[in-house]
Every structure is written in structure tokens, then in C-alpha cells.
């Protein structure tokens, strides 16, 4: 079955820094578009990050432009992201989905969600 894991979150002080892991089984990133998402409580789910499938072009929300770097090993099916700089409005359960997608950096939807991950800022 296709599954997404994140890992990587936890309580950090401002101006520190975190990288998020999302781990994918059953299914090789080599043909998906895989999406960073964001929600923080009362708000809607926010897009940050985005990576294509093969070639690697990334795309990022102006919240996160700067602070955030999108990665990704094809081989360990690894997706990653790193996040610097954090404050508070970074506080929120982060999502990575995945999309099968050729030469997209960001497809309008996505099929596969992982479980989210808790990432908390404060001092």
C-alpha cells in the first residue's frame, strides 16, 4: 500500500531550526510530486513546498521563502524539509503528499497523505 510518514518535529525555540523526514513505501518518488503542507490551528491547510518528480524544480509559499528548503533522495525515498529561522506563526501539523505526476512541480491535488507532524515554536 502507498504510505507517507512524517518524522522530524517536536518543540524548538524561535530562531531555531527543524528537518522534517517523509518517508514513502509501496511506491518509488521517481514518478510522484511530492507536496509540503502546513495547518495551524483555526487556519486552513496551507501549500509551502513543492518538489517534480524527476528533474527535482521546487516551488515555495512567500511565508516560507528563504527559511525553507525542499529536498529529496530518490533512492531512499526521502523527501525533506528543512526549515530555519522558525517562529511562532510556524507553529503547526506539517503534511507530505504525493501526486503521480510527470514534469509538474505542483499539481493542483494530490492523492497520498501522510499523518502529519506536530511542529511547535516557542521559548
Known amino acids: 500500500q502507498l504510505q507517507l510518514v512524517e518524522s522530524g518535529g517536536g518543540l524548538v525555540q524561535p530562531g531555531g531550526s527543524l528537518r522534517l523526514s517523509c518517508a514513502a513505501s509501496?511506491?518509488?518518488?521517481?514518478?510522484?510530486?511530492i507536496g509540503w503542507f502546513r495547518q495551524a490551528p483555526g487556519k486552513e491547510r496551507e501549500k509551502i513546498s513543492c518538489i517534480s518528480s524527476s528533474v527535482g524544480s521546487t516551488n515555495y509559499a512567500d511565508s516560507v521563502k528563504g527559511r525553507f528548503t525542499i529536498s529529496k533522495d530518490n533512492a531512499k525515498k526521502t523527501v525533506y524539509q528543512q526549515m530555519n529561522s522558525l517562529t511562532h506563526e510556524d507553529t503547526a501539523v506539517y503534511y507530505c503528499?504525493?501526486?503521480?505526476?510527470?514534469?509538474?512541480?505542483?499539481?493542483?491535488?494530490?492523492?497520498?497523505w501522510g499523518q502529519g507532524n506536530q511542529v511547535t515554536v516557542s521559548s
Open positions: 509501496g511506491f518509488t518518488l521517481d514518478y510522484y510530486a
Open positions: 503528499a504525493a501526486q503521480r505526476a510527470i514534469r509538474v512541480v505542483c499539481p493542483t491535488g494530490y492523492t497520498y
